[in-house]
Every structure is written in C-alpha cells, then in structure tokens.
Nanobody
Framework: QVQLVESGGGLVQPGESLRLSCAAS????????MDWYRQAPGKQRELVAT???????NYADSVKGRFTISRDNAKNTVYLQMNSLNPEDTAVYYC???????????WGQGTQVTVSS
C-alpha cells in the first residue's frame, strides 16, 4: 500500500556530504515512524536513524553528530543529511516506514552511497 523511493546516493570523497531523500506514497505519511538503515558489503543491515511522527529522533553512535534525519510531511518525504562522510559509511541505504499498531512495515529499494578517494 505504501511505496518508498530513495534517491540522492552516489560517489563522494571522504569529508564530503550527501543528502538522501525518501519519497512516500499515500495520505497517512505523517502517522508513520520513519527509519534509515544501511547495509555494507558482507555486513548485517543496521539502523542508522529514526524519526517518529512527533519528530523525535535517534541515531546510531557511529553517525551521531554527522547525520541528521528530518521529515517534511507536506511533501511526504524523509531526508538523511550526511556530513563528514568516511569510507566506513559506504553502504546501500534503505528507507523504512512502520506503524506498529497497524502492523505496517514497508521498505524502499535502496540507494548506493560510496565514499572513496
């Protein structure tokens, strides 16, 4: 029912920045908690950042102070601003939407972020 489409990935050098976007379909976007996950080659998928429907945020220790998650409910879009990128940030980044009471759980297709000199 809900479709998520990520964009904004690419190849950058260490120290540079990227902003990822996740565009969501539907009319209930503001009710979903939104997450960004990432999965590096050979590693488990990990939770990077979360923003609730009330705007509360949480971050993985590895990105705290460098990444910022935000949402624009009028545009049905969640963002991940990534600053001071390093090679360890290289991964496929996935957008995730959840509404536990409704048992809703949706994933985007992922966007590749590569940090390399």
């Amino acid at each position: 029912q809900v479709q998520l489409v990520e964009s904004g990935g690419g190849l950058v050098q260490p120290g540079e920045s990227l902003r990822l976007s996740c565009a969501a379909s539907g009319s209930a976007f503001s009710m979903y908690t939104m997450d960004w996950y990432r999965q590096a080659p050979g590693k488990q998928r990990e939770l990077v950042a979360t923003i609730t429907r009330n705007g509360s945020t949480n971050y993985a220790d590895s990105v705290k102070g460098r990444f910022t998650i935000s949402r624009d409910n009028a545009k049905n879009t969640v963002y991940l601003q990534m600053n001071s990128l390093n090679p360890e940030d290289t991964a496929v980044y996935y957008c995730h939407a959840r509404w536990v009471v409704r048992r809703d759980d949706y994933w985007g297709q992922g966007t590749q972020v590569t940090v390399s000199s």
